[in-house]
């Protein structure tokens, strides 16, 4: 149920289907361009002002998430714009994204 499940689509941005640029990854581990998700925000959310949630999966957060780069994210979009993403280097980034996601979520850890 994972390895080959790491594919370019997944790092690719939800809101413009591309790499994204300046990427951004946000509490429920979803990653996102810097600008797409300033943007999702930024729209008045009608039903539910002042929460925001995960244009995935519908997660929301109260109040915002502060959005800071993901350096190795970056840095992975990066090099597969440069076509140079090798299969050990993907599988070292999803180790890293999971343990990220782990120390976000403490409780996941069980
Ligand atoms: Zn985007
Ligand atoms: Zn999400």
New binding site residues.
């Given amino acids: 149920m994972s390895g080959n499940l790491w594919t370019e689509e997944q790092f690719n941005?939800p809101?413009?289907l591309?790499l994204?640029?300046e990427p951004v990854t946000i509490p429920c581990g979803h990653s996102?361009?810097m600008g797409?998700i300033k943007d999702y925000w930024s729209k008045d959310n009608p039903r539910s002002p002042g929460v925001y949630s995960c244009p995935q999966c519908r997660q929301t957060f109260c109040p915002k998430p502060s959005l800071s780069r993901n350096t190795m994210l970056a840095e992975a979009v990066e090099q597969l714009r440069k076509g140079a993403l090798t299969t050990s280097a993907r599988e070292s980034i999803r180790r890293l994204l999971s343990c990220w996601k782990m120390n976000l979520h403490p409780s996941l850890r069980s």
């Fill in positions: 941005c809101v413009c591309d994204p640029n996102y361009c797409c």
